[in-house]
Nanobody, 128 residues
Framework: VQLQASGGGTVQAGGSLRLSCAAS????????MGWFRQAPGKERRFVSA????????YYVDSAKGRFTISGDNAKNTVYLQMNSLKPEDTAVYFC??????????????????????WGQGTLVTVSS
């Protein structure tokens, strides 16, 4: 399984970015996908996830109302639309995949963290 993240960049506070994560290597019809981020000197933390069938999406509290996760099964790609960006959103963003049909948030996030399928990371810098 290979994950290729892209779309990072530098924006001013209040701006928008859309991250993409293209998956390859197998059929992803039964995979949950998600995004995590790691700020300098901090641990990698959960940002957002989407269940294998798209029925449920989950967000960290700080991203609710600003970020939207979506998937395109035909392209094996998951997106993270980030609006109203803040300087505290500055981090390297990683996409993750897990072979999971779970729907519960805690299970999905745990399985994404432990799956071992990570993209290479894309840097998002938000200036004030």
């Amino acid at each position: 399984v290979q994950l290729q993240a892209s779309g990072g960049g530098t924006v001013q506070a209040g701006g928008s970015l859309r991250l993409s994560c293209a998956a390859s290597g197998r059929t992803f019809s039964n995979y949950a996908m998600g995004w995590f981020r790691q700020a300098p000197g901090k641990e990698r933390r959960f940002v957002s996830a989407i269940t294998w069938n798209g029925d449920n999406t989950y967000y960290v509290d700080s991203a609710k109302g600003r970020f939207t996760i979506s998937g395109d099964n035909a392209k094996n790609t998951v997106y993270l639309q980030m609006n109203s960006l803040k300087p505290e959103d500055t981090a390297v963003y990683f996409c993750a995949a897990a072979h999971s049909r779970a729907q519960q948030r805690e299970v999905v996030v745990y399985q994404l963290m432990k799956s071992g399928y990570w993209g290479q990371g894309t840097l998002v810098t938000v200036s004030s």
